[in-house]
């Protein structure tokens, strides 16, 4: 539970279809001294599912995860950024803490199933193996950040909401008067606090905030940036450079802390490289395949053709079209049909 | 909620069939208001000061003696603010005597008292079982003492402080002391001569009665500073219109824990020698805290190495048992507490602390049952806090 109405909504719809529920949340981390805490922990919202809790009858507990959430998922930022990448650290909370530290504290305290409020649903293949599959509500959709599951986590997991539309799960929270019905949802990255990532980033990695030059493709340089951090692959807004046409963000080189520029057709990419993928179904595909391929949790599907490399812990992502925000860091989540067959982090 | 084995008598108790039937009639039939002058308040005056001598009775003092208040945080309050107060009056004495092994009640007021008021705190020494020492209290003695407070049991680890013998050198000195009885009274003697201090706190829910009153005894010849001014109540020591009913199931549940402390006590001791043994013996890297000879008869409290106490709260509540500790917070941020920190125990046990106290209701099976599911709960948070380094 965060405090949030998906949360509530998930526990409540579980809890009237009569499984035994227990409401858990996490103690993340924020930074100390900040005014407003992590905003999944904050005070108020854990008054706020402490309270739907209690409406709803269920036990409640608080776990503690500040020290483990600050050394992989935070750590995992700042590492990310350090290499001139722009991470997703809700995948590493996903992995790290969410599907592993928390599910076992459910397990422990004899639960058999893990249920969030994440938009997704799950489906046997006729093999008996679990499919993780977009939810019906396609605006709402997260199983992109899911696809770092496995078999065994897919099998501890309920997603109640997968049917439903968002506005479904807000009339539905109206309707059982739950406190959290009209909380609105954060776009942002719960352990900034609210804050601007970059001032964050100000804080603990300022050196990725010292100025250097911008270049184009061709070495030439056009102007000054105000710290790598401060871009990403495919922007162009804030970029001070003199020049004719548009420019965009290509790569940033660390090393030299130079930021290189180029126009669209120089921006385009055919296709990347992702390691570390995850396959749902606990295997590689035996070989290319065709798909539908997300490079950003915000971003549209894209036609590619998906090879596995290396036993399947590589993967090399051929485009239909050249793409213009392929980013190191992010995941390449491929979907076939309605399924989420696995994914990787961009290279 | 599913039914589980209460094992948090130092939290709260529930309320004697016998006080809730005391209690009754004086919330829609007899609801006069004490202060009034016609039969209504005649009425409810009465109960009050039926209430009031009962409790004197108890407390070996006079009724003129005993002031109430809505719960024992207040009585320490009142005690500490008011005599500090009325001490640096008369006096200019503004050195407060206390503990760091208090309640938060006597603590945090004192700290306040210190960090806004001009007043200064001495903290005085502890032995290895948060026991202040009568020779500690008699090397910080002064004429600038204002007052001194240190409590008859602590809550935390159990121990019983020799609250006479402090009691003692403070007279020598004429300095005010006060005790803080809040949990000390459901089991031990209360006489306030015996004792010898000035001034006594009490809350209603820690032996049986409601929550939401409790009462201070206040020695004829000291002075207190009133906190809560209004109309003349308590001797215009404690404004505010009595809680009749609290008042009078108050006064019953501390007549009830007096004639029945013998049995209670009886009971509840061997309750808690059985969970001492059990545990120390059965789980490995596990300590008692507190004093192992006088501490509170139905208090047990340890120290498990490597465990987070919030969590293995939750397990235990999980499985159906219902404790607490020093260190858990509810938003589940566990600091330990001062207390285990001020007594110099390391980190990795300070943050593993657990408290089970039983009740004169507890039955040994409910003890049994609890003490052959801890090993594997405390086995279990210990894995867990292993697999997240």
């Keep these: 539970m965060s405090g949030g109405v998906d949360s509530s909504v998930a526990a409540a719809l579980l809890k009237e279809q009569g499984f035994d529920v227990v409401g858990m949340m996490l103690r993340l981390w924020s930074e100390q001294g900040r005014d407003d805490s992590n905003r999944c922990c904050a005070p108020e919202s854990v008054a706020l599912a402490r309270r739907v809790a209690a409406q709803l009858e269920i036990p409640f507990y608080v776990v503690d995860a500040k020290d483990a959430f600050r050394a992989t998922v935070v750590q995992a930022f700042l590492d990310g950024y350090g290499r001139g990448e722009t991470p997703n650290p809700c995948l590493q909370c996903n992995r790290k803490i969410r599907w592993t530290l928390l599910l076992e504290h459910a397990l422990a305290l004899g639960a058999e199933l893990m249920a969030t409020g994440h938009y997704a649903r799950l489906e046997p293949d006729p093999r008996g193996k679990l499919r993780l599959l977009r939810a019906r509500d396609l605006a709402k959709d997260q199983s992109y950040v899911l696809h770092v599951l496995n078999q065994d986590q897919l099998r501890r997991a309920v997603f109640p909401l997968g049917d439903r539309s968002k506005t479904e799960v807000r009339r539905l929270a109206a309707l059982r008067s739950l406190p959290t019905a009209t909380r609105h949802d954060s776009q942002d990255l719960c352990f900034l606090a609210g804050d601007d990532y970059r001032h964050f980033l100000r804080r603990n990695r300022p050196e990725m905030l010292v100025p250097g030059t911008i270049v184009d493709l061709q070495g030439q340089v056009l102007g000054e940036h105000a710290g790598l951090a401060n871009y990403t692959i495919g922007q162009r807004k804030g970029l001070q450079v003199h020049s004719q046409a548009p420019m965009y963000v290509v790569r940033k080189e660390i090393a030299a802390n130079r930021l290189v520029v180029g126009t669209q057709v120089e921006l385009g990419a055919g296709s990347l490289m992702a390691a570390d993928v995850n396959w749902l179904a606990g295997e590689p595909m035996p070989g290319p395949f065709r798909a539908q391929v997300k490079t950003r949790y915000t971003a549209t599907e894209k036609p590619a053709l998906v090879t596995p490399l290396d036993e399947g812990g590589w993967v090399r992502i051929a485009f239909d079209q050249q793409q213009r925000d392929i980013t190191p860091g992010q995941a390449a989540v491929f979907y076939v049909g309605e399924a989420v067959l696995g994914g990787g982090i961009i290279q | ?389």
């Design chain 2, 1 to 389: 909620m599913t039914h589980s084995i209460y094992l948090d008598h130092a939290a709260t108790t529930p309320v004697d069939k016998r006080v809730l039937a005391a209690m009754q009639p004086y919330f829609a039939e007899a609801f006069g208001n004490p202060a009034s002058v016609h039969q209504y308040g005649q009425q409810a005056e009465g109960a009050v000061e039926a209430a009031r001598e009962t409790v004197a009775a108890v407390l070996n003092c006079s009724s003129r003696e005993i002031i109430f208040t809505s719960c024992g945080t207040e009585s320490d309050n009142l005690a500490i603010r008011g005599a500090a107060y009325s001490a640096r009056e008369r006096t200019q004495a503004n050195r407060i005597l206390t503990s760091r092994a208090e309640h938060h009640a006597v603590t945090k007021t004192a700290g306040q008292l210190a960090q806004h008021q001009g007043f200064a705190v001495e903290w005085l020494e502890m032995d290895e079982y948060g026991r202040t020492q009568p020779l500690a209290v008699r090397d910080a003695l002064g004429p600038d003492c204002a007052l001194v407070s240190v409590m008859y049991s602590n809550n935390e680890i159990g121990t019983i402080n020799p609250v006479c013998e402090i009691a003692a050198e403070c007279r020598v000195h004429g300095i005010p002391m006060h005790t803080d009885a809040v949990q000390a009274a459901a089991y031990l003697p209360l006489d306030v001569d015996a004792l010898g201090i000035d001034l006594m706190s009490l809350g209603g829910h820690k032996f049986y009665g409601p929550k939401g009153v409790g009462a201070l005894y206040v020695r004829q010849g000291t002075r207190l500073m009133p906190s809560q001014t209004g109309g003349s109540q308590e001797s215009g020591l404690r404004a505010g219109t009595h809680n009749v009913p609290l008042v009078v199931g108050f006064a019953k549940a501390l007549e009830l824990a007096q004639q029945e402390r013998a049995q209670r006590t009886a009971h509840v001791t061997s309750l808690r020698d059985h969970i001492i043994g059990t545990v120390l013996e059965q789980i490995p890297d596990s300590c008692l805290t507190g004093s192992p000879d006088t501490r509170s008869p139905n208090h047990a409290s340890f120290a498990f190495k490597d465990v987070d106490g919030n969590l293995l709260l939750i397990l235990l509540d999980a499985a159906g048992f219902a404790c607490s500790s020093g260190s858990a917070c509810k938003t589940g941020d566990p600091e330990p507490s001062e207390v285990l920190t001020a007594l110099g125990l390391a980190r990795p046990w300070s943050l593993g602390s657990l408290r089970v106290t039983v009740g004169k209701d507890t039955a040994a099976v409910e003890v049994d049952t609890f003490l052959r599911g801890l090993p594997q709960l405390v086995e279990k948070a210990r894995a867990l806090r292993h697999d997240q380094s």
